[in-house]
């Protein structure tokens, strides 16, 4: 899905995963929109074993301002936390995806186990398997997942975050408001023509593979593929939450899963930077 336009339900049907995939991605949202003070998160107006009807969305433009507030509420979103590392949405004891494609969700005793075995090696698997990964490239992948299974980048200090997991730019949606910002979101000496479109649009989010992760995954995937406004997202970002100093080098690290994810089935350009990134993480 690529998006909730127009002014009818928007239906999804005819999933070959059986009647998990829907509930699945029903199970997220709700958990996501359970956070206080998080993002907006599409609506499901219906889902049973065969379909998932989800509100219509009118189309808007992301703002740098709408962007900033977007950046403040996924922090907040994250802040929510989860059970465990790998764990899957509150009350969720079903088959778990990314897309179209399955993925596990079990809790792990830490981020790094979790990270390499259920997010990385499964699917640079699938790549070997398709012809897309090998020889010194999955070499360098598999030193990288060794790295970060046994720990080498984990951080005491580091909590699960309640991650929509699939946070590429297609699943942040932009949408006229639903209700006006509080004063509390607009800058003492910002002028009125600037407060009127800090609330013209939000953020929406849209079929995520949630679970509990590192909160630089949800940022990293948004930096991979292009969100609008990066700059201001992650402003706003640290202005609720400040990121532990280095982050910006640890991008590469929380790109391998989409790089890995997206090795498996959209070519060997993805296999190519998903080892350029391997490389990065060995010299963390």
């Known amino acids: 899905m690529n998006g909730t336009r127009g002014d009818r339900p928007f239906v999804k049907r005819g999933s070959r995963h059986g009647p998990d995939f829907y509930r699945h991605e029903a199970a997220g949202l709700a958990w996501l929109a359970a956070a206080p003070g998080g993002p907006r998160v599409v609506e499901v107006l219906g889902v049973d074993d065969d379909e998932i009807a989800l509100e219509p969305l009118p189309a808007g433009r992301a703002t740098a301002q709408a962007a900033r507030r977007f950046g403040r509420s996924l ?119 600037n407060a009127v479109e800090f609330n013209a649009v939000e953020a929406v989010l849209i079929d995520p593979a949630a679970h509990g992760g590192h909160r630089e995954t949800d940022l990293a995937m948004l930096a991979l593929f292009g969100a609008p406004h990066l700059d201001e997202i992650l402003r706003g970002y640290q202005e609720h939450h400040p990121l532990r100093p280095g982050w910006q080098q640890r991008v590469p690290l929380h790109q391998l899963h989409p790089l890995a994810t997206h090795s498996a089935g959209h070519g060997a350009g993805y296999a190519v930077a998903l080892a350029d990134a391997a490389r990065k993480v060995l010299l963390l």
């Open 75 to 193: 922090a907040v979103m994250h802040d929510a936390g989860a059970a465990a590392w790998g764990a899957p949405a509150e009350g969720w004891a079903g088959r778990c995806f990314i897309g179209n494609r399955p993925q596990e969700c079990r809790p792990t005793r830490s981020w790094g186990e979790f990270y390499a075995e259920q997010r990385v090696r499964p699917f640079v698997a699938i790549a070997v398997d398709m012809g897309m990964l090998g020889g010194a490239d999955l070499a360098v992948v598999e030193r990288a997942c060794d790295r970060i299974a046994a720990g080498d980048v984990d951080h005491p200090d580091d909590r699960p975050a309640r991650l929509h997991g699939d946070l590429w730019t297609g699943n942040v949606l932009w949408a006229p408001a639903r209700a006006a910002a509080g004063a509390d979101d607009v800058e003492s000496n910002a002028v009125e023509a």
